[in-house]
């Protein structure tokens, strides 16, 4: 038996308002039985209340990922209900829950607004005389907007549109008014925020970089659909007999925050019936605007959830400083009663002063992060900002009228509501603190786009620190229309040339991002590919990807190398740049990595010239690579002999005896040749290290991992992504588990045990002024995540077999950890993985959904010989196995029983024997 879930168009649940010809159906099958699965479905569609217009027939296979739509053409504005039919293994058949998708405008020659600007508030009216049946709204507002209808916000998105580069693609969003209309007088009231369209000529110039402005002032594009019960119907459109007015919002701005005058308020303007001849006529539009795209599917931002301060204190007289306990990005909800034109100020930072316990905003560079409400002066007044947000853990208020109490604000955690889908915990609490680190850092910086700070005057997508991050993320969240969003700016900002932006939307003009950066045109197609199994956004994305590592290649020296570089191995410890690391090295890597991947990726939608091309590009680029950084035992960009090195570091060898220099010259060889860990990691996670090499190259990693930096990392960002994987495949679980839990710097302990950390950082070290590079909340090193999913709680996937169709369950016993957990609802269903053991027996209980496979290693805990019991039932006793419903041995190891199983649940006893 058989459980069909989570029915979804485009990755989405009944979603309103797609502009895809042919979206995609997908669902999950859950085993109510082990084995249990799927063997066929059939998928109807048809519009509402009038003839199918697809019926894909009886389709036998188990794929319920991804189906595309084969019908007839779809229609815009239109609602479609689609039937799901399932067949079991058995032949039994199972009917899906109703679902159903309506187009939003299909076709460019539909949309008849005009795109409008005036002041910062617009309205319209509107009389319907006869009974509405059906009325939808399609609005994109420029940098930021609000909707109201009839005097009531309409939605519960913020910070709305999508960011975008403007001229090449506006997101609107589409809404179900219908309830809102009413037969007489309707009125619809909009609000528009600067945002990333108009930003402030004050702020371009402060601004460490030039910073784009696609136009004077924010604008509006509307168009509203009303459709009667008599078949007839009408639109309303924005053209410049709209009329605007400035409201109470006298300045925003994303970095330096909102000034609201609540005396400048205009009660009811929103609503019909409202007096505004004095208001003025909106105007049209002179500039070129981009392409409308519905963000229906897409995860707008949302207020999440709120959270109370844990501790007020007063640090100078009038000042009131907030403690939230916990770093993370929105903004606060104040309650105030005060005389009119009394201003309050709220102030956010990340940090406060240990010695005065004053706030301090020094992370936040040149942001003025600082939202300002002046009274009105009529009782208990309520201020949130509207088109802003903010980093932080501390807020600090000043110019109360009054006394404030703990209870006076309330904060508003604000991010892009991706669907949480993943959990993870285990028996070691700096470990369950660095995952939530993670989280907190990841979801603050999903902000339409994958920023790289949420405090300071940046804000930016940085294509390498999303990349970086980008597998941790699917892990816990559901990812898949985020990137393929995020993957399209890239492409909109990639230049004729190939060159990749470094910042996308480009806001910021960064050209040629560093390949460390730029790989990030590679890696999202391959992770949303593998991942999700949609290939689509490789089919988008191919010809990008091909025109970067084309790119790469023009900038090759005479010897195969690609040497320019910007951030390289970002943030090693106690510096920004690579001090160990040339870019060379990681350049030329990347190089190698990019063309590999695009060969594969290509090979897979059946490009095969293209892949055969990169093949080739790929083995010729780690053949120099090799070349001119292998020096036997590391890789380094030195050309020093070791000859040469020995004479640098002879007075050391001179006192030793003979026959211990050459482990001294090897331990120090990383210091004087300009190798490390990322150097040698790098090759040995891409598998070109010759075998005759890997060991020494190995040893090397490791010796500079435990003696000569004494169990602790040192690598950046890029290294550190990589570092775990390479430890694990070649058998190094103790050491990998002892970088993660050291405490002592530099290393993720000594930010949370010694500095108080509820975020992950920018840097390795705790760094507190206005000068450099030192971010509390930033995500590219929470590639750490997919450590705890994949190794501790062992569960990962076969590339082969992309959309965790084969699954593989490979858990690690580490250190002295008793127990890790881990849940993930992938695009096929709940994954689940939870071990605990203790030295007399090694308990795990898995579960698969239907549909899938999983390669099941079974730990031996150590344990030379040992028995494994499945629910009481004998498996394997010493080295001989049962098999047993659902289960296939495959093989021993040294470190594991391994076996076949097909879906359901299953939990196991393992002692020793």
């Known amino acids: 038996m058989i459980q069909i879930l989570n029915p979804k168009c485009e990755y989405a649940v009944n979603p309103l308002g797609i502009d895809v010809q042919k979206p995609r159906f997908s669902w999950t099958v859950q085993a109510l039985e082990r084995g249990a699965g799927q063997s066929a479905w059939q998928i109807r569609v048809r519009e509402e209340e009038k003839n199918e217009v697809w019926d894909s027939g009886k389709i036998e296979s188990d794929n319920s990922v991804n189906i595309q739509y084969g019908g007839v053409p779809l229609k815009s504005g239109t609602i479609y209900h689609w039937e799901l039919t399932v067949w079991d293994l058995c032949g039994q058949d199972y009917r899906a829950e109703d679902s159903f998708f309506e187009t939003a405008i299909l076709h460019e020659e539909e949309w008849k607004a005009a795109w409008i600007r005036g002041k910062n508030l617009f309205r319209k009216e509107l009389e319907a005389k006869k009974k509405i049946q059906k009325s939808r709204v399609y609005i994109a507002g420029l940098g930021y907007y609000e909707l109201y209808l009839n005097g009531q916000k309409v939605g519960d998105h913020v910070l709305d549109p999508a960011w975008s580069d403007f001229d090449q693609t506006v997101y609107y969003a589409v809404y179900d008014v219908t309830d809102r209309m009413q037969c007489g007088k309707n009125a619809v009231g909009v609000m528009l925020g600067n945002g990333r369209y108009s930003p402030y000529e004050t702020t371009i110039a402060k601004n460490w970089h030039p910073l784009k402005k696609y136009g004077p002032s924010p604008v509006l594009y509307f168009q509203q659909y009303i459709g009667y019960e008599d078949g007839t119907e009408e639109w309303l459109v924005s053209d410049t007999t709209w009329k605007t007015s400035a409201g109470p919002i006298i300045f925003d701005d994303i970095y330096d925050g909102e000034r609201y005058d609540a005396r400048l308020e205009q009660p009811g303007w929103s609503g019909p019936e409202f007096d505004d001849r004095a208001w003025e ?71 406060k002063d240990k010695e005065t316990g004053m706030l301090c905003p020094n992370t936040n560079r040149n942001a003025e992060a600082r939202d300002t409400y002046i009274c009105k002066g009529e009782g208990i007044e309520i201020f949130e900002p509207h088109f802003t947000y903010h980093g932080f853990r501390y807020m600090e208020l000043t110019g109360y009228p009054g006394t404030p109490s703990i209870d006076t604000v309330e904060a508003r955690v604000v991010h892009s509501s991706v669907e949480r889908i993943g959990s993870f915990s285990c028996g070691n609490e700096l470990i369950n603190q660095i995952h939530s680190n993670y989280i907190w850092t990841q979801v603050s910086n999903l902000h339409s786009v994958p920023t790289d700070c949420c405090q300071r005057d940046e804000r930016m997508g940085w294509v390498g620190d999303a990349q970086l991050s980008a597998e941790a993320a699917v892990y816990n969240f559901d990812m898949a229309k985020f990137y393929v969003k995020f993957e399209r700016d890239i492409r909109e900002s990639q230049k004729e040339t190939g060159s990749v932006a470094g910042v996308s939307p480009a806001y910021w003009s960064c050209y040629p991002a560093d390949p460390t950066y730029a790989t990030a045109c590679v890696e999202f197609p391959r992770i949303v590919s593998r991942y999700y199994e949609d290939d689509r956004i490789i089919e988008e994305s191919l010809e990008a990807m091909a025109k970067w ?209 509820t975020t992950l950082w920018e840097r390795w070290e705790f760094l507190n002024n206005d000068k450099c590079f030192n971010s509390h909340s930033h995500p590219f090193a929470g590639s750490v995540d997919v450590y705890f999913y994949k190794v501790l709680a062992g569960i990962g996937l076969d590339a082969a077999q992309p959309g965790f169709k084969k699954i593989i369950l490979k858990p690690v016993m580490s250190g002295d950890l008793p127990y890790a957990s881990a849940s993930v609802e992938t695009i096929r269903g709940k994954v689940f993985s939870s071990w605990e053991r203790s030295r007399e027996r090694l308990r795990y209980e898995v579960e698969i959904p239907g549909n899938t496979t999983a390669q099941l290693f079974l730990p031996k805990n150590g344990w030379k010989k040992v028995q494994i019991r499945e629910d009481g039932k004998l498996c394997w006793i010493g080295d001989a196995s049962a098999e047993l419903e659902g289960m296939r041995y495959s093989h021993e190891e040294e470190k594991y029983v391994v076996y076949e199983i097909v879906s359901g649940s299953y939990q196991f006893e393992i002692r020793p024997l």
């Open 281 to 351: 006529m909106a105007v049209a539009v002179s500039e070129k605007m981009g392409r409308l795209v519905s963000q229906t599917a897409f995860p707008a931002v949302k207020v999440i959830k709120s959270r109370n301060p844990i501790s007020m204190t007063q640090p100078a007289p009038g000042v009131y400083l907030y403690d939230f306990g916990q770093n993370f990005a929105g903004w606060v909800h104040l309650k105030v009663r005060g005389k009119p034109g009394a201003a309050v100020s709220v102030h956010y930072a990340e940090l």
């Open 549 to 757: 590592v084309d790119y790469l290649g023009s900038q090759e020296d005479e010897d195969g190398i690609v040497s320019f570089g910007l951030f390289g191995d970002w943030c090693p410890p106690m510096h920004a740049n690579p001090v160990d690391t040339p870019f060379e090295i990681t350049s030329t890597w990347y190089y190698c990595h990019d063309a590999l991947e695009v060969a594969r990726m290509a090979e897979r939608i059946g490009k095969k010239e293209t892949a055969e091309k990169y093949y080739r590009v790929y083995e010729r680029v780690a053949e120099a690579f090799n070349k001119r950084f292998l020096k036997g035992d590391r890789y380094s960009a030195s050309r020093f002999s070791d000859e040469e090195l020995a004479e640098k570091i002879q007075s050391w060898l001179n006192v030793l005896p003979e026959e211990e220099r050459p482990a001294v010259m090897k331990r120090y060889a990383t210091l004087y040749s300009s190798s490390s860990q990322t150097a040698n990691l790098l090759p040995l996670y891409l598998g070109i290290t010759p075998k005759e090499h890997v060991g020494e190259v190995l040893e090397t990693l490791v010796q500079d991992l435990e003696v000569t930096r004494a169990w602790h990392i040192n690598t950046g960002v890029v290294g550190l992504k990589f570092l775990f994987d390479v430890l694990i495949r070649y058998g190094y679980e103790d050491l990998a588990y002892r970088l993660i839990t050291q405490t002592s710097f530099p290393s993720f302990g000594y930010q949370i045990e010694k500095e108080g950390a």
